[in-house]
């Protein structure tokens, strides 16, 4: 199973950016994803998660709002908006994909990514 994030970069606060995550070698429309963000000395944090149809997501209660995530099965992608950018957004950015949808909130299990750096100037 191959991970592979793209998207992040340098971008002024107040910008907006969208990360994608391409899956390989698992059978994707029956994985729920999630976004998950990391910065130096912290836990990796919750962003955001997704089911397989999309019927279901959820956001971690800070980033409603700011941050939208979405699905395309067909291209075996998952995509994560980012509006009003803010420093503190500054992290890398993880996909993770987990065959359960509580597990792929909590980061238990599943695939992960290596991640794209996102980094936000004030």
């Known amino acids: 199973v191959q991970l592979v994030e793209s998207g992040g970069g340098l971008v002024q606060a107040g910008g907006s950016l969208r990360l994608s995550c391409v899956a390989s070698g698992l059978v994707f429309g029956t994985y729920n994803m999630a976004w998950f963000r990391q910065t130096p000395g912290k836990d990796r944090e919750f962003v955001a998660a997704i089911s397989p149809s999309a019927y279901l997501r959820d956001y971690a209660d800070s980033k409603k709002g700011r941050f939208t995530i979405s699905r395309d099965n067909g291209k075996e992608t998952v995509y994560l908006q980012i509006n009003s950018l803010e420093p503190e957004d500054t992290a890398v950015y993880l996909c993770?994909?987990?065959?359960?949808?509580?597990?792929?909130?909590?980061?238990?299990?599943?695939?992960w990514g290596q991640g794209t750096q996102v980094t936000v100037s004030s």
């Open positions: 993770h994909a987990n065959p359960s949808y509580q597990p792929s909130i909590r980061g238990s299990g599943g695939y």
